[in-house]
Each structure stands twice: as C-alpha cells, then as structure tokens.
C-alpha cells in the first residue's frame, strides 16, 4: 500500500497503479480511509434493505422469515470485509444503527 514500486506481472506487463480498489468486498484507497469504505457498504445496504421491505410489505411475509433474510442478506453484506477492519468507537456506532434500524422496522 502506497509503495512506489514497479510491478509487473511475469510475462512483462506493468500493473497500473489506482488510487481505489476493492479488495475482499471493502473499497480500500491509498489514505486507507476505512470510513469511506464503511459508508460506501452502509449506502450499499440501505438500497438493499429498501427493496425487500417494499417486497415484505407486498407479500405479508412472517417476521421469523424477515428475521432470517435480515441476516442472511442485509447484515452478511454489511460486515463481510469488515472482519479485519480496525473499527474505532463511531465506526462501530454507525454499524450498529443501520442494523438497529433494520430490526425496528422488522417488529
């Protein structure tokens, strides 16, 4: 990360350098700026969240099945890259709101 190295595949071929990428699902760039990361995945969720709840109130679905596609959906996609993550307090605050938000909804 942020090295000024040249790399190159074996067959000779430079690889470029970005400044944002993803990696194992989290956008990582060269400040290592994890909360842009966090909010990119939180915006991601939410579009997620919005289209099911239009579905569940369309089918009436039971909140035993909300519960279990809530966290097979919506909170696998929001913590998947983040097990590594260093996450301070607010970082972790923000995570924890939109989940709560989620179940509210849900009950």
């Known amino acids: 990360m942020n090295g000024d190295g ?3 595949f074996s067959y ?4 470029d350098k970005k ?6 699902g989290l956008q990582v760039n ?3 700026n994890i909360m842009h990361a966090i909010s990119n995945k939180i915006q991601e ?10 579905y569940w109130r369309a089918t009436n679905a039971n909140k035993k099945w909300q519960l ?26 923000k995570l924890d709101v939109l989940q709560l938000k989620g179940l509210r909804k849900i009950f």
């Not at 966290?71 to 929001?78: G, T």
């Open 6 to 8: 040249n790399i190159h």
């Open 12 to 15: 000779g071929t430079r690889l």
């Open 19 to 24: 400044y944002e990428a993803t990696y194992s």
């Open 30 to 32: 060269r400040e290592t």
């Open 45 to 54: 969720v939410r579009g997620t969240w919005m289209r099911l709840h239009a």
């Open 68 to 93: 279990i596609i809530f966290d097979a959906i919506v909170r696998s996609n929001l913590l998947y890259g983040l097990e590594t993550a260093h996450l301070t307090q607010s970082m972790a605050q």
